[in-house]
């Protein structure tokens, strides 16, 4: 069988959880190892469950893990957001929501898997708040202080959404929290404050393995935050460098994302006693 179809026998389910008083769309994923530790999946800054595509099925069928895949508040069909969101969203998404999502959710061993803004969310966590059943981390382009070149990047999307086609193109996913979606990310990184935007004080206390994909051509963010978090990380990090590749590896280089975050979870289940 091929992945895509492995991923099409894997069984998922929509829902929702209310955590801290707010209801939050979720996926479920199930996972045909009963040992292995659940994939949680955090979304980028203009992402949601429906924009992972099937990347986490895929995932799933090939690690045989079960997985969540979660849209925070303000994203997909969750429950919408106050706008301007603080710059300190990634925070309060890391220490206050992630725990009790998991808690909720009734999640033992963990693995994080995130995505830019959900990259930085799962390193906040994991050296701040980290829970004993977390196992690893997987981050795709994540961030861990502001550069210019991202700011720059996100102000070059307030024109295409403005004009209506980006948002246009985002309301497919959000429904009627697009300007929540948008605007909850696009001001916070645009805010003046945001370039002493800086989490790089939680890595050393990050004490379980990492595994890094960013992209070559990542217009987002330079190749100082993987030396950043490769230096300061409390724990062995992996990175995998990919060629042809922007912002989004899962989507723009998915066979080998595929094939480096399933190796490296497969031997984070080998080596974990059960």
């Known amino acids: 069988m091929t992945v895509a179809e492995l991923a099409d026998s894997v069984e998922s389910e929509l829902g929702y959880l209310e955590v801290n008083g707010v209801k939050l769309e979720v996926k479920h994923i199930a996972g045909r190892n009963p040992n292995a530790p659940t994939l949680i999946f955090l979304h980028e800054g203009l992402g949601c469950i429906e924009i992972w595509r099937d990347f986490p099925e895929k995932l799933a069928a090939l690690t045989g893990c079960p ?3 979660y849209n925070r508040q303000g994203y997909g069909r969750s429950a919408p957001c106050e706008v301007p969101r603080p710059l ?16 909720v959710a009734a999640i033992g061993d963990h ?25 690893a981390v997987v981050t795709m382009a994540p961030h861990v202080f502001c550069e210019e070149l991202t700011v720059t990047s996100i102000a070059q999307t307030n024109s295409a ?16 929290n697009v300007d929540c979606a948008f605007w ?30 960013q992209g070559e051509d990542d217009q987002y963010g330079s190749v100082a ?25 899962y989507k723009e280089q998915e066979s080998q994302s595929l094939s480096f975050v399933s190796e490296f979870i497969t031997l984070i289940i080998s080596t974990t006693p059960h």
């Open 184 to 213: 909850g990310w696009n001001k916070a990184w645009l805010a003046p404050a945001s370039l002493q935007w800086n989490i790089e004080k939680y890595l050393p206390e990050i004490n379980v393995p990492q595994l890094l994909l």
């Open 67 to 69: 997985a969540l895949v």
């Open 161 to 176: 959404y403005e004009s209506g086609k980006l948002r246009e193109g985002l309301a497919k996913y959000h429904h009627e």
């Open 225 to 249: 935050q993987v030396e950043s978090i490769a230096a300061k990380s409390g724990a062995s990090v992996e990175v995998r460098m990919l060629p042809d590749c922007g912002h989004s590896p």
């Open 111 to 135: 693995i994080l898997v995130g995505h830019s803004d959900g990259g930085s969310i799962s390193l906040i966590h994991a050296g701040s708040c980290a829970t004993p059943g977390l196992k």
């Open 88 to 103: 300190t969203y990634m925070h309060i998404e890391a220490i206050e929501v992630l725990p009790k999502l998991l808690a």
